[in-house]
Protein backbone atom coordinates (compact mmCIF):
# COMPACT_ATOMS: atom_id res chain seq x y z
CA UNK A 1 0.00 0.00 0.00
CA UNK A 2 1.20 3.26 -1.41
CA UNK A 3 2.39 6.17 1.77
CA UNK A 4 -0.36 9.22 1.78
CA UNK A 5 1.05 12.40 1.74
CA UNK A 6 -1.04 15.27 2.85
CA UNK A 7 -0.14 18.42 0.50
CA UNK A 8 -1.22 21.63 2.90
CA UNK A 9 -0.71 24.55 0.18
CA UNK A 10 -2.87 27.26 -0.42
CA UNK A 11 -1.65 28.05 -4.24
CA UNK A 12 -3.54 25.94 -6.56
CA UNK A 13 -0.77 25.58 -9.01
CA UNK A 14 1.59 24.41 -6.78
CA UNK A 15 -0.35 22.17 -5.11
CA UNK A 16 -1.44 20.63 -8.32
CA UNK A 17 2.63 20.39 -9.23
CA UNK A 18 3.63 18.43 -5.92
CA UNK A 19 0.49 16.11 -6.49
CA UNK A 20 1.54 15.24 -9.87
CA UNK A 21 4.67 14.74 -9.52
CA UNK A 22 4.31 12.83 -5.71
CA UNK A 23 1.24 10.51 -7.90
CA UNK A 24 3.35 9.52 -10.51
CA UNK A 25 6.68 7.87 -7.94
CA UNK A 26 3.65 5.70 -6.39
CA UNK A 27 2.23 7.71 -3.34
CA UNK A 28 -1.55 8.79 -2.36
CA UNK A 29 -1.83 12.32 -2.22
CA UNK A 30 -4.41 14.75 0.01
CA UNK A 31 -5.36 18.36 -0.65
CA UNK A 32 -5.67 20.68 1.86
CA UNK A 33 -5.47 24.65 1.25
CA UNK A 34 -5.99 26.32 5.06
CA UNK A 35 -4.50 25.71 8.15
CA UNK A 36 -7.94 24.24 10.14
CA UNK A 37 -8.65 21.71 6.90
CA UNK A 38 -5.33 20.47 7.14
CA UNK A 39 -5.46 19.42 10.99
CA UNK A 40 -9.09 17.77 9.95
CA UNK A 41 -7.41 16.21 7.05
CA UNK A 42 -4.23 15.02 8.67
CA UNK A 43 -6.55 13.70 11.80
CA UNK A 44 -8.93 11.73 9.11
CA UNK A 45 -6.51 10.41 6.87
CA UNK A 46 -3.48 9.70 8.93
CA UNK A 47 -0.91 10.16 6.48
CA UNK A 48 2.40 9.65 6.59
CA UNK A 49 3.84 12.71 5.90
CA UNK A 50 3.13 16.32 5.67
CA UNK A 51 4.34 18.70 3.12
CA UNK A 52 3.51 21.90 5.50
CA UNK A 53 3.16 25.76 3.71
CA UNK A 54 4.29 28.20 5.95
CA UNK A 55 2.02 31.08 5.16
CA UNK A 56 -1.67 29.62 4.98
CA UNK A 57 -4.90 31.01 6.08
CA UNK A 58 -7.03 30.27 8.74
CA UNK A 59 -4.14 28.85 10.43
CA UNK A 60 0.03 29.46 9.88
CA UNK A 61 2.10 26.36 9.24
CA UNK A 62 4.42 26.95 12.13
CA UNK A 63 0.85 26.55 14.02
CA UNK A 64 -0.31 23.54 12.40
CA UNK A 65 3.13 22.47 12.90
CA UNK A 66 2.95 22.66 16.68
CA UNK A 67 -0.40 21.02 16.80
CA UNK A 68 0.31 18.17 14.53
CA UNK A 69 3.51 17.64 16.66
CA UNK A 70 2.00 17.72 20.15
CA UNK A 71 -0.47 14.57 19.25
CA UNK A 72 1.70 12.93 16.62
CA UNK A 73 5.84 11.81 15.76
CA UNK A 74 4.73 11.93 11.90
CA UNK A 75 7.26 13.71 9.57
CA UNK A 76 7.08 17.31 8.43
CA UNK A 77 8.45 18.81 5.77
CA UNK A 78 8.01 22.78 5.51
CA UNK A 79 7.11 24.48 2.91
CA UNK A 80 7.64 28.41 2.40
CA UNK A 81 8.84 31.34 0.05
CA UNK A 82 10.89 33.06 3.48
CA UNK A 83 13.97 32.16 3.80
CA UNK A 84 15.51 33.94 6.51
CA UNK A 85 17.49 32.15 8.85
CA UNK A 86 15.53 32.58 11.79
CA UNK A 87 12.64 31.43 9.97
CA UNK A 88 14.13 28.04 8.96
CA UNK A 89 15.25 27.56 12.80
CA UNK A 90 11.95 28.47 14.34
CA UNK A 91 10.71 25.65 11.79
CA UNK A 92 13.08 23.10 12.59
CA UNK A 93 12.82 23.95 16.40
CA UNK A 94 9.14 23.07 16.81
CA UNK A 95 9.71 19.71 15.12
CA UNK A 96 9.81 19.58 11.46
CA UNK A 97 11.94 17.00 9.72
CA UNK A 98 13.31 19.55 6.60
CA UNK A 99 12.64 22.42 5.27
CA UNK A 100 12.11 23.58 1.33
CA UNK A 101 12.52 27.06 0.16
CA UNK A 102 10.39 28.29 -2.65
CA UNK A 103 11.23 28.54 -5.92
CA UNK A 104 11.91 24.71 -5.56
CA UNK A 105 11.92 21.68 -8.07
CA UNK A 106 9.46 19.61 -7.37
CA UNK A 107 11.64 16.48 -7.88
CA UNK A 108 13.77 18.16 -4.88
CA UNK A 109 10.47 18.07 -2.59
CA UNK A 110 10.05 13.88 -4.15
CA UNK A 111 13.61 13.16 -2.94
CA UNK A 112 12.85 14.90 0.22
CA UNK A 113 9.86 12.97 1.00
CA UNK A 114 12.31 9.77 0.29
CA UNK A 115 14.64 10.54 2.30
CA UNK A 116 12.40 11.69 5.61
CA UNK A 117 10.25 8.70 5.17
CA UNK A 118 13.46 6.30 5.24
CA UNK A 119 14.80 8.11 8.02
CA UNK A 120 11.65 7.99 9.87
CA UNK A 121 11.43 3.96 9.38
CA UNK A 122 12.67 1.90 11.78
CA UNK A 123 16.18 -0.14 10.45
CA UNK A 124 18.24 -3.04 11.61
CA UNK A 125 21.48 -2.00 13.44
CA UNK A 126 24.26 -1.69 10.69
CA UNK A 127 27.21 -3.70 10.92
CA UNK A 128 30.48 -2.63 12.92
CA UNK A 129 32.63 -2.85 9.51
CA UNK A 130 31.55 -0.86 6.24
CA UNK A 131 33.29 -2.30 3.03
CA UNK A 132 33.03 0.13 -0.03
CA UNK A 133 35.42 -0.92 -3.01
CA UNK A 134 39.11 -0.40 -1.66
CA UNK A 135 37.51 1.65 1.74
CA UNK A 136 37.10 -0.25 5.19
CA UNK A 137 35.32 1.98 7.99
CA UNK A 138 34.97 0.22 11.43
CA UNK A 139 32.33 1.88 13.32
CA UNK A 140 32.90 0.23 16.65
CA UNK A 141 36.81 2.01 16.45
CA UNK A 142 36.05 4.78 14.78
CA UNK A 143 38.62 4.34 12.14
CA UNK A 144 38.52 4.23 8.40
CA UNK A 145 41.08 2.69 6.11
CA UNK A 146 41.95 3.25 2.36
CA UNK A 147 43.54 -0.28 1.79
CA UNK A 148 46.02 -0.58 4.35
CA UNK A 149 46.65 3.15 4.71
CA UNK A 150 45.02 4.66 8.47
CA UNK A 151 42.81 7.89 7.06
CA UNK A 152 43.27 10.76 9.70
CA UNK A 153 39.15 12.19 9.64
CA UNK A 154 37.89 14.31 12.00
CA UNK A 155 35.07 12.92 14.06
CA UNK A 156 32.37 14.47 11.71
CA UNK A 157 33.89 13.29 8.41
CA UNK A 158 34.06 9.66 10.20
CA UNK A 159 30.24 9.99 10.89
CA UNK A 160 29.04 11.78 7.28
CA UNK A 161 31.49 8.51 5.90
CA UNK A 162 29.60 6.21 7.82
CA UNK A 163 26.03 7.41 6.65
CA UNK A 164 27.34 7.39 3.25
CA UNK A 165 28.62 3.97 3.33
CA UNK A 166 25.48 2.22 5.21
CA UNK A 167 23.28 3.91 2.48
CA UNK A 168 24.52 1.11 0.11
CA UNK A 169 24.76 3.52 -2.73
CA UNK A 170 21.86 5.35 -1.54
CA UNK A 171 21.29 9.14 -2.57
CA UNK A 172 21.74 10.85 0.55
CA UNK A 173 19.90 14.57 1.20
CA UNK A 174 21.84 17.24 2.82
CA UNK A 175 19.70 17.00 5.45
CA UNK A 176 19.99 13.29 6.04
CA UNK A 177 23.19 14.14 6.53
CA UNK A 178 23.23 16.88 9.04
CA UNK A 179 21.05 15.06 11.07
CA UNK A 180 23.89 12.06 10.52
CA UNK A 181 26.43 15.06 11.73
CA UNK A 182 23.96 15.63 15.03
CA UNK A 183 23.75 19.53 13.60
CA UNK A 184 20.34 19.84 12.27
CA UNK A 185 18.40 20.56 14.90
CA UNK A 186 21.18 23.11 15.92
CA UNK A 187 20.77 24.83 12.66
CA UNK A 188 23.71 24.29 11.16
CA UNK A 189 23.82 25.37 7.43
CA UNK A 190 24.00 22.23 4.90
CA UNK A 191 26.88 24.35 3.33
CA UNK A 192 28.45 22.58 6.17
CA UNK A 193 27.54 19.45 4.53
CA UNK A 194 29.66 20.42 1.26
CA UNK A 195 32.71 21.61 3.80
CA UNK A 196 33.02 17.88 4.96
CA UNK A 197 32.66 16.45 1.67
CA UNK A 198 34.83 18.75 -0.13
CA UNK A 199 37.79 18.07 2.63
CA UNK A 200 36.93 14.34 2.36
CA UNK A 201 37.68 13.91 -1.15
CA UNK A 202 40.53 15.25 -0.69
CA UNK A 203 41.71 12.49 2.32
CA UNK A 204 40.02 9.81 1.19
CA UNK A 205 42.22 9.96 -2.61
CA UNK A 206 41.80 6.63 -4.58
CA UNK A 207 38.77 5.41 -2.61
CA UNK A 208 37.12 8.94 -2.92
CA UNK A 209 36.13 8.68 -6.56
CA UNK A 210 32.99 7.17 -6.20
CA UNK A 211 31.95 9.86 -3.64
CA UNK A 212 29.25 11.36 -5.72
CA UNK A 213 27.41 14.83 -6.17
CA UNK A 214 23.50 14.41 -7.30
CA UNK A 215 22.56 17.75 -8.04
CA UNK A 216 20.51 19.40 -5.84
CA UNK A 217 20.06 16.54 -3.83
CA UNK A 218 22.79 15.31 -1.91
CA UNK A 219 25.26 12.88 -2.25
CA UNK A 220 26.38 9.35 -2.53
CA UNK A 221 28.99 6.72 -2.12
CA UNK A 222 29.60 3.86 -4.61
CA UNK A 223 32.24 1.21 -5.17
Not at 197 to 212: D, F, I, P, S, T
Request: charged letters at 30%; aromatic letters at 4%; a neutral charge.
Amino acid sequence: MSATILIVEDEARLGDILEQYLRREGFHTERAATGPRALELWRAARPALLLLDLMLPGLDGLEVARRVRAESEVPIIMLTARDEEVDRLVGLGIGADDYVVKPYSPREVVARVRAVLRRSQPVPSAPATLHVGALTLDTAAFEARCGDEVLDLTVAELRLLAALAQAGGAVKSRSELLFALGALERGTDERTVDAHVKNLRRKLGACGEGLETVRGVGYRLRA
